[in-house]
């Protein structure tokens, strides 16, 4: 029978089977399930909906279900207070869960994107103000004393001008499963994909009306819509309206293989999307060698596509237009961007981004030394934290010994893809870790948790 005891609890608004779930939450799945193989006791509290029972246990971590879309938050206080986690990871979809409220574990807010933006598309203007008051003001002030985790150094920046100091955020990059093998070939006609939930602030509008635009010069190109969303049929309705609706498939939901056997058939794969933490499908596509045109404004965007090298980042419709017509008319450059996002992508691992979140939580529960009591559960979390990150930098041989790219002097993987800019690493350190986790927190909450393994 399973304890009661939690030593990390992830409190989310979804998770990865809930209708529209994304790559925010295959992150936060990724993120415990790798927690949860070190030996941890790992829950995910989310909202209930009905492709899940209310509770399961999903590759060792325990997934509870509780409350809808807006009240799944009150649920998830209640939850923290009752079962008192060792740590709390409180991912902030825009709205925060309020965690330091509810107890005095620990907190590490998980941030993929800021939500400026957002908020007015799907709220409207006084809903939408109200909302970015919650996260732009109260939020910084409630996680004062918290660590932050995010994906990009373009969210760092965002959260540091909310007041966010930068020495509380590290950036944790989204990992990348290696792609199934596909027997789909390039599509012999041009054929463009998107990829996502469908909901207003992806912008898949963009992606219809560059259809439009380009099929008199192109009228053998095709735009695969895969995903599913509460926006559907108004997408169908503009793909009625501009004339398109002979040149868009609308897949639905897809499965991996299916979804991956979709990517391979694709020239040019599009990201409209008015922010992104990272664009995970960036990563997706590349492995199939298919370079991605996106907006510089979307943020993460700036990080997973390698501009003018792995794809293309734009300013507007017009230069997303252009863009895609480029790399449809010009195959080598097409085809040579697609390389590039390929190794951009292989340069990522789910192992590396677990390790380094595994050194946020271990700080964070050194953090915790003040009291006695919670002192004896940072000691017990850093060991089994020490042996998370042993396992996931290749110092376990269970891995077969692949090792991540080695770090530059200035702290960036080797290579041509020039990594994470924002990466640093402590002077002297005996090994490098492939994000900008500093082996001076690894230190400090060695020095404050003394019973850890160095």
Same mark, same amino acid.
């Given at each position: ?14 998770? %990865? ?7 925010? !939450? ?9 927690? %949860? ?16 029972? /209310? ?18 938050? $009150? ?44 908020? $007015? @598309? +799907?709220?409207?203007? @006084? ?28 969210? &760092?920046?965002? *959260? ?8 509380? @955020? ?21 054929? *463009? ?27 053998? @190109?095709?735009?695969?819509? +895969? ?7 108004? *997408? &169908? ?25 979709? *990517? #391979?058939?694709?020239? =040019? ?35 997973? +596509? ?7 980042? =734009? ?9 895609? !017509? ?15 996002? &390929?190794?951009? #992508? ?9 390790? /380094? ?12 030394? #003040? ?10 979390? /850093? ?23 080695? #770090? ?47």
């Amino acid at each position: 029978m399973r304890s009661t005891a939690i030593d990390v609890l992830f409190v989310n608004w979804r998770d %990865a089977s809930h209708p529209e779930g994304g790559g925010s !939450e295959r992150y936060v799945h990724r993120m415990a399930e790798g927690l %949860a193989a070190a030996g941890l006791r790992v829950t995910l509290l989310c909202a209930a909906h009905d492709r899940g029972p /209310a509770e399961e246990m999903v590759n060792g971590v325990h997934v509870v279900r509780r409350g809808g879309r807006m009240s799944v938050y $009150p649920r998830a206080l209640a939850f923290v207070r009752e079962h008192r986690p060792r740590l709390v990871v409180d991912v902030q979809n825009g709205l925060p869960f309020l965690s330091p409220l509810a107890g005095s574990a620990p907190v590490i807010n998980l941030v993929h994107h800021v939500h400026r933006e957002q908020w $007015p @598309i +799907v709220f409207g203007r @006084i809903g939408g103000a109200v909302g970015w008051w919650l996260e732009s003001r109260i939020a910084p002030r409630l996680y004062r004393r918290s660590r932050y985790v995010t994906v990009s150094g373009a969210t &760092a920046g965002e *959260l540091a001008g909310l007041g966010v100091e930068p020495e509380r @955020i590290t950036i944790v990059p989204n990992g990348i499963e290696p792609p199934p093998a596909v027997t789909a070939h390039r599509s012999p006609s041009p054929r *463009l994909v998107v990829l996502g939930r469908l909901v207003p602030h992806k912008r898949v509008e963009h992606a219809l009306e560059v259809v439009a635009r380009l099929r008199h010069r192109w009228p053998d @190109i095709r735009l695969s819509v +895969v995903g599913e969303g509460w926006w559907a049929d108004e *997408l &169908a309705a503009t793909a009625e309206r501009l004339g398109v609706t002979d040149l868009v498939e609308f897949q639905g939901f897809l499965d991996e293989q299916s979804k991956h056997e979709e *990517l #391979a058939r694709a020239w =040019v794969h599009l990201c409209p999307s008015v922010k992104e933490g990272w664009g995970l499908v960036v990563s997706e596509a590349g492995h199939h060698e298919v370079p991605t045109v996106g907006y510089r404004s979307a943020g993460g965007l700036t990080e997973s +596509v390698l501009d003018g090298r792995a794809g293309l980042l =734009v300013e507007d419709l017009d230069e997303f237009t252009a863009a895609v !017509e480029r790399l449809l008319a010009e195959e080598t450059t097409r085809r040579t961007m697609g390389r590039a996002a &390929a190794r951009h #992508a292989a340069s990522f691992s789910w192992p590396a981004s677990v390790s /380094a979140f595994a050194t946020v939580l271990r700080a964070a529960a050194g953090d915790s030394a #003040a009291s006695a009591v919670v002192q004896d559960v940072g000691r017990s979390l /850093a060991a089994l934290l020490d042996g998370v990150v042993r396992v996931h930098s290749g110092l376990d041989t269970e891995d077969g010994g692949r090792r991540e790219p080695a #770090a530059t002097a200035d702290g960036q993987q080797e290579g041509d893809q020039g990594l994470h800019r924002g990466t640093r690493f402590h002077e002297g350190g005996r090994r490098a870790v492939t994000v900008e986790v500093a082996a001076m927190i690894h230190n400090t909450a060695t020095t404050q948790t003394p019973s850890a393994s160095a």
